[in-house]
T-cell receptor
Framework: KAGVTQTPRYLIKTRGQQVTLSCSPISGHRSVSWYQQTPGQGLQFLFEYFSETQRNKGNFPGRFSGRQFSNSRSEMNVSTLELGDSALYLC???????????????FGPGTRLTVL | AQSVAQPEDQVNVAEGNPLTVKCTYSVSGNPYLFWYVQYPNRGLQFLLKYITGDNLVKGSYGFEAEFNKSQTSFHLKKPSALVSDSALYFCAVRDIQGGKLIFGQGTELSVKP
């Protein structure tokens, strides 16, 4: 099976712009989660989608949003970009979603966003 | 609240020697623990997980991890390190209130020839 794919791999934007990142999960996986990775804060959870519904949300401002389509592909959007949004954005997919979920999350290669 | 800690920012090992990357956890209820590895400019790659059962979990690329409930630890181990094992290693626990992964800060493993 193909792994999790993310596009684009690299992005350069300026402050105030908005950006959309895309994630295609492993075939058959219905849950997609997004994480932000920065040197200072490490890996932080953004949100999780399952069957086109946001199941969980991390502690990020409303400028960060996402959605999931019927084919399980997901997008995240960041509006009014700030310098601090520069990060590696990782998408992960798993077969199911739930509170005591033992399924493994498989990660994509990430999108490196640089905000100038 | 669930959390994991990786007490060492960096671990240095000579090739051929055994390696250990440490992780301790704090959870309410049963812990679901994971190890991931990240190579430069890459995403996270799954190594192994502990859900229940044997305390010694075997994973990819010769890695294993030992779950110790009394010490609340889940250390990653490999009997003989390779230079190619040099990477950033993350321990994570599954949050039972929502299913997200909560990561440690990461440990940089450096294996020298």
């Amino acid at each position: 099976k193909a792994g999790v794919t993310q596009t684009p791999r690299y992005l350069i934007k300026t402050r105030g712009q908005q950006v959309t990142l895309s994630c295609s999960p492993i075939s058959g996986h219905r849950s997609v989660s997004w994480y932000q990775q920065t040197p200072g804060q490490g890996l932080q959870f953004l949100f999780e989608y399952f069957s086109e519904t946001q199941r969980n949300k991390g502690n990020f401002p409303g400028r960060f949003s996402g959605r999931q389509f019927s084919n399980s592909r997901s997008e995240m959007n960041v509006s009014t970009l700030e310098l601090g949004d520069s990060a590696l954005y990782l998408c992960a997919s798993s077969q199911s979603s739930g509170g005591a979920d033992t399924d493994t999350q498989y990660f994509g290669p990430g999108t490196r966003l640089t905000v100038l | 609240a669930q959390s994991v800690a990786q007490p060492e920012d960096q671990v240095n090992v000579a090739e051929g020697n055994p390696l250990t990357v440490k992780c301790t956890y704090s959870v309410s209820g049963n812990p679901y623990l994971f190890w991931y590895v990240q190579y430069p400019n890459r995403g996270l790659q799954f190594l192994l997980k502990y859900i229940t059962g044997d305390n010694l979990v075997k994973g990819s690329y010769g890695f294993e991890a030992e779950f110790n409930k009394s010490q609340t630890s889940f250390h990653l181990k490999k009997p003989s390190a390779l230079v190619s094992d040099s990477a950033l290693y993350f321990c994570a626990v599954r949050d039972i209130q929502g299913g997200k992964l909560i990561f440690g800060q990461g440990t940089e493993l450096s294996v020298k020839p």
